[in-house]
């Protein structure tokens, strides 16, 4: 068989898993829009079609419940008992064979690095695969799959924060989780950055920080004003990316956004690039606008939309956090 590669995100879908905020307990106050943001990011995926499939995923029938009266014509709802939304992080990997082959890769889960121990996502990926009738493996070590993008090619990218933190794999070097990469998901170069986002709970997902958006480049915000908490971070991880070689895209930061007198990893750069749309969170920042304009340029082939995440955000993730794609075949 020939080996399997995890394609690039703009690569096409078969469909999108979407998780769909489920636990009153958890949600609380936040609940309700949480839900109604939820399914108006499933319907602006839907939207334009080109055959990518959207199925928003509740946690129990109550939920689906709530799903199906949100839901946009054509958004399919299932039920798969679960602990939270982030499915990106909780649902199988799919890679791909230049023969058409497909198969879902899981990992071990330990609520990003044991601060959230939820029923139901530790087993949600092989639950999920066997629902598609996708085949499935699981390996044997720590790894969310918002802590690496990848732009096709086997290139990767990831923070040292999130995957040589020793709260996910203590006994692994560097060295060993690259070649763990490699064998698992097809990713035979990996450039590390440094520190994700501050106050972002998963230790620094790359999803928050730098997205790749063609073979070789990858966007990379911008800092927003002197104020911007994560300036630094941003300086530095461009930085890197040059240094390795790779183009880097500029995108708008949103700056300073504050909950409660707190500083949240809020981040235009967990957008979700589906078939005929992107998918940009906003948060009411100065630069919303600006950054759904600078992906429209990137992304002249899919219609980009800016899509309000702050009640998603509560939870600690946005768009890009609570979904999951299935390449095509």
Known sequence: MPPLRQPPEWAPHDWVWIGFPSDPELWLEDLAPAQAEVAAFAAAVAAGGAGERVVLVAADDDAAAAARALAVPGVEVMVAPFGDIWLRDTGPVIVTGADGARAGR???????????DLPGDDDLAERLAAAAGLPFSAADYVLEGGAIDTDGTGLAVTTEQCLLNPNRNPSLSRAEI??????????????????????DHTDGHVDNLARFVGPGRLAIPEPAGEDDPNAAIYRDAAARARAFGLEVVPIPSPGRVERDGAIVPASYMNFYIGNAAVVVPL?????DDAAVAALARIFPDRRVVGQRADHVLTG?????????????S
């Open 283 to 287: 948060y009411g920042a100065a630069n």
């Open 178 to 199: 690259e070649a763990r990469l490699a064998a698992d998901l097809g990713l035979t170069r990996i450039l590390w950055l440094g520190d994700g986002l501050i106050n």
């Open 106 to 116: 899981g990992f071990r889960f330990n609520g990003w690095g044991g601060k959230y």
């Open 316 to 328: 600690g993730g946005s768009l890009h956090c609570i979904s999951q794609q299935v390449p095509l």
